[in-house]
């Protein structure tokens, strides 16, 4: 795969988007990264998604940890998973099939996952 194009972050803020990424998810992967803008892990985290190959096949959905925290809650109760920051939740027909935080986060492990 070599896809070259820039990081397509669609906004995770609402409820209502949170439930159309969770219909998506049974016909696409989702992938949600929680970001906190106060956080340089969290900034090398997204860095390292940007600069990497982008893959056309999976939705990426950006949530700001610090904005929408009430979200970002909810998320981890929907989805049971542990909340961290930053970390990346790829979603599969509904459910977390995949989270990784902090250091650990890259694109090759998301693509991974969905190969």
């Not at 049974?26 to 600069?51: N, Y």
Request: proline fraction near 4%; aromatic fraction near 8%.
């Amino acid at each position: 795969m070599n896809y070259l194009a820039p990081m397509n972050w669609l906004p995770l803020q609402t409820d209502e988007q949170l439930s159309a990424l969770l219909e998506q998810s049974h016909q696409r992967p989702q992938v949600i990264f929680k970001h906190s803008t106060r956080c340089t892990i969290s900034t090398t985290a997204k860095t390292r998604l940007e600069k990497a190959a982008t893959v056309p096949d999976i939705d990426f959905h950006f949530l700001d940890l610090l904005a929408y925290r009430a979200l970002s809650n909810k998320i981890a109760e929907l989805l049971h998973v542990y909340h961290e920051s930053p970390q990346v939740l790829l979603i599969r027909n509904g459910e977390c099939v995949y989270d990784e935080s902090h250091l650990s986060i890259y694109m090759d492990d998301i693509v991974a996952q969905v190969a």
